[in-house]
């Protein structure tokens, strides 16, 4: 994708600028400290899938924490959120539906706060514009990924650690590999590329720091790895290390099924908290959730994993930081419909204002807005991708 995109500024007539940026950037490249000798500036960037109108957990696991980042980070922090369409066309999509949805997502990033005037909000495929015409294909959709030198994966992408990812995304056994009869019937080659792409996302921008939750944290890793192949094969620094920003709420299970995450794939809709959801619906779909018979309330995810659940929603969002131990306590006493009851509240309020501020994103400017904010932070977001293309074309002698 590096490479790809390097040949995309190339024809779109960025040399002008590259050169301008290319000293700078070679000094800035070998140095975590800037020309004063001051600590570089952060590069915080993260993606969300183009599933429509996110609900509570990427809300908990993901977009809150965006916000406060925005409100936290220093003037000189870089921060970038994609909406990664391009993700989501490793497996088949509807074009008509994908097309709605990535608008839904991007609406609702800025109804919960996010500042296109301070971060860079963007849609993924603005970037990278030329990959269509190779990888467009939704069966056989794939990045050939990081490798810069000969646009191949394996060139810094280890192809053992690629193969327990597709196992880990399929629900395969261990000793399952690309020839097995069940993952040839599931396996693209964009799914089998995934965590190259993610990888290519994050060293695309020289991120820094990647805020994800608990069970993204493999994807990071993967991406350190191929910045640390990289900046070796060519013997300097040239792409950092990116760091973890943890968030810290877990993960957000079903409604329904409490043993599963909370996803916008399961088919009951009752399953999952979405950001716009009326007070009305959240009270529906908590005193629907899934929880159990035993009298009182306490705090145990083997043998109450819906109670507890709910306990882990309550506590992420409480606003005394009370943990969910603390809380069952606390509720002791309560009924499951008194407790029910409690955590709907809780919700409404954490979520109160999200609705009518997304109703208001859509319809501005005749549902213009979106579109310019979208267009503003592509610019952005290819001057960001291209101030790292003038260090990889230089370090691979193109």
Same mark, same amino acid.
């Given at each position: ?38 600590? !570089? ?22 977009? /809150? ?10 003037? $000189? ?8 369409? *391009? ?7 509807? !074009? ?67 193969? /327990?990812?597709?196992? $880990? ?17 599931? *396996?693209?080659?964009? %799914? ?6 993610? !990888? ?74 979405? %950001? ?31 109670? $507890?659940?709910? %306990? ?87």
């Amino acid at each position: 994708m590096l490479t790809s995109l390097g040949n995309h500024a190339r024809r779109r007539g960025h040399w002008n600028q590259a050169a301008k940026l290319h000293r700078h950037l070679h000094q800035a490249s070998s140095s975590p400290t800037n020309h004063s000798g001051s600590v !570089a500036a952060r590069v915080i960037f993260s993606g969300i899938q183009p599933t429509g109108i996110p609900h509570l957990g990427n809300y908990l696991g993901a977009l /809150r924490q965006w916000v406060r980042l925005q409100d936290d980070e220093a003037s $000189s922090s870089k921060l970038l959120y994609s909406v990664v369409d *391009l993700h989501a066309i490793t497996v088949r999509q509807d !074009a008509e539906e994908l097309r709605r949805r990535r608008r839904e997502t991007l609406a609702t990033l800025l109804a919960i706060g996010l500042n296109p005037d301070r971060s860079v909000v963007f849609f993924q495929s603005d970037v990278c514009p030329c990959a269509y015409g190779a990888h467009v294909d939704t069966q056989l959709y794939g990045f050939n990924g990081l490798s810069v030198e000969d646009d191949a994966v394996e060139a810094i992408a280890n192809v053992e650690i690629l193969k /327990r990812f597709f196992q $880990s995304k399929l629900s395969l056994p261990e000793d399952a590999g690309p020839s097995d009869n069940e993952a040839r019937a599931k *396996l693209r080659l964009g %799914l089998f590329a995934y965590p190259v792409l993610q !990888a290519a996302d994050v060293l695309l921008h020289r991120a820094t720091h990647v805020p994800v939750g608990k069970d993204q944290t493999q994807h990071l890793e993967f991406a350190r790895e191929c910045a640390t192949n990289f900046n070796h094969a060519h013997g300097r620094k040239i792409l950092p290390l990116p760091e973890t920003i943890l968030s810290p709420a877990n993960r957000v299970m079903s409604l329904k099924q409490p043993h599963l995450k909370m996803s916008k794939s399961h088919p009951d809709p009752n399953s999952r908290i979405l %950001l716009t959801d009326t007070p009305e619906d959240v009270k529906q779909k908590i005193r629907l959730a899934m929880t159990d018979s035993e009298p009182g309330i306490s705090y145990d995810l083997d043998g109450r994993p819906g109670v $507890s659940n709910l %306990l882990d929603i309550w506590s992420y969002l409480d606003e005394e930081g009370r943990s969910p131990e603390t809380l069952a306590k606390e509720c002791g006493s309560l009924s499951l419909r008194q407790f029910k009851e409690e955590v709907s509240e809780r919700v409404i309020s954490s979520l109160a204002g999200i609705k009518d501020a997304y109703d208001r994103v859509l319809i501005r400017d005749d549902g213009r807005y979106i579109d310019h904010v979208a267009a503003k932070g592509a610019e952005k977001a290819r001057e960001s991708a291209e101030e790292t293309m003038v260090l990889v074309r230089e370090a691979v002698g193109i």
